[in-house]
């Protein structure tokens, strides 16, 4: 079982940075496969950074592409998700969420299996 826990969210201006964390209970977290979501009032839940398995490449959503940076320190088992420039349009609750590394990225919220309780992060015009 694995146990994610997400801090960070907030309020901020339109312009402005946040940096959300998501930290897991488990010793096996380097095999695990980290992936941010979001979900905004009366939307589906959407896919926003994962890294790939094979070669560690980092995948983004293209609406946060170039403004938002994932990393992750497994010493700490904690992803990072570093949000600059933010936009009103990114305003919803933040999930991160995990499954076995074996099993590869999916920007499909129904493919994993461990998630986080989510943070809110508000960004005003």
């Known amino acids: 079982q694995v146990q994610l826990v997400e801090s960070g969210g907030g309020l901020v201006q339109a312009g402005g940075s946040l940096r959300l964390s998501c930290t897991a209970s488990?010793?096996?977290?380097?095999?695990?496969?980290m992936t941010w979501f979001r979900q905004a009032p009366g939307k589906e839940r959407e896919f926003v950074v994962g890294?790939?398995?094979?070669?560690?490449?980092?995948v983004y959503a293209d609406s946060v592409k170039g403004r938002f940076t994932m990393s992750r320190d497994n010493n700490k088992n904690t992803v990072y998700l570093q949000m600059n420039s933010l936009k009103p349009e990114d305003s919803a609750v933040y999930y991160c969420?995990?499954?076995?590394?074996?099993?590869?990225?999916?920007?499909?919220?129904?493919?994993?299996?461990?998630w986080g309780q989510g943070t809110q992060v508000t960004v005003s015009s």
């Open positions: 969420a995990a499954r076995d590394w074996y099993r590869g990225l999916s920007s499909s919220p129904a493919d994993y299996d461990y």
């Open positions: 890294v790939r398995s094979g070669g560690g490449t980092t």
């Open positions: 488990t010793r096996t977290f380097s095999n695990s496969l």
